[in-house]
């Protein structure tokens, strides 16, 4: 049924009704009666369960802020002391980035000149050595040329004066002829080493 017949049936009369329809129409209240006051109930026990609800989480929230609050404060007074320090630090490290940047440039500048002068004395000192190997080279050939021309001639002086010797004491022996057997015809030159 509609709202509209159950105002209907109000507005009817006492005697027009039917004993029936009246037991139906007030069971109907009855229900009706029954549901708002178990709507009534829901809503109030979902008040008190918000209620408290509401009441724990300002607790938790409240107890939440009272151990934040001091890390906060805490927090903000080391930002607060730090951040002028950190400034410092890092005006200096700019300073030094640039002293190090002047000082690598002033290094590599160093290192450079360093470095044409090494080569520069390199190849001073590579010529050197090759013209002091080559002059020792040429002197060695020089010696060994001064030493074997008169040691040749040294030789071959003292081959003739042993072949001469050699000579000599050949027809020495060749007076001797007669006597031994042993002795060397004169003529015989084969010992004579030239």
């Given amino acids: 049924m509609n709202s509209i017949g159950i105002a209907g049936f109000w507005l009817q009369d006492v005697d ?9 129409l007030m069971v109907f209240v009855a229900m009706v009666a029954v549901a708002m006051v178990a709507q009534a109930i ?3 026990v979902l008040a008190v369960g918000a209620a408290k609800a509401r009441k724990r989480s ?11 609050m001091p890390v906060i404060e805490g927090a903000q ?14 005006e200096n490290l700019v300073e030094t980035s640039y ?19 090494t080569r520069k004395q390199v190849a001073r000192i590579d010529g050197m050595v090759t013209s002091t ?15 074997r021309v008169p040691v040749r001639e040294v030789a071959g002086l003292v081959n003739g004066l042993k072949a001469g010797v050699d000579v000599l004491v050949g027809r020495m022996k060749g007076f001797g002829y007669g006597r031994g057997s042993t002795a060397k015809r004169p003529g015989d030159d084969s010992d004579l080493v030239l």
């Fill in 16 to 24: 027009s009704l039917s004993s029936g329809n009246s037991r139906l």
């Fill in 42 to 44: 829901a809503l109030i």
């Fill in 58 to 68: 300002l607790e938790i929230a409240e107890e939440v802020r009272a151990k934040l």
């Fill in 77 to 90: 007074e080391f930002v607060h002391d730090t951040v002028p320090k950190i400034k410092v630090i890092t």
């Fill in 99 to 117: 002293v190090v940047r002047a000082k690598a440039q002033e290094f590599d500048v160093t290192l450079s000149d360093a470095n044409q002068r």
């Fill in 133 to 147: 190997l080559t002059a020792a080279g040429e002197l060695a050939a020089t010696i060994q040329h001064s030493i």
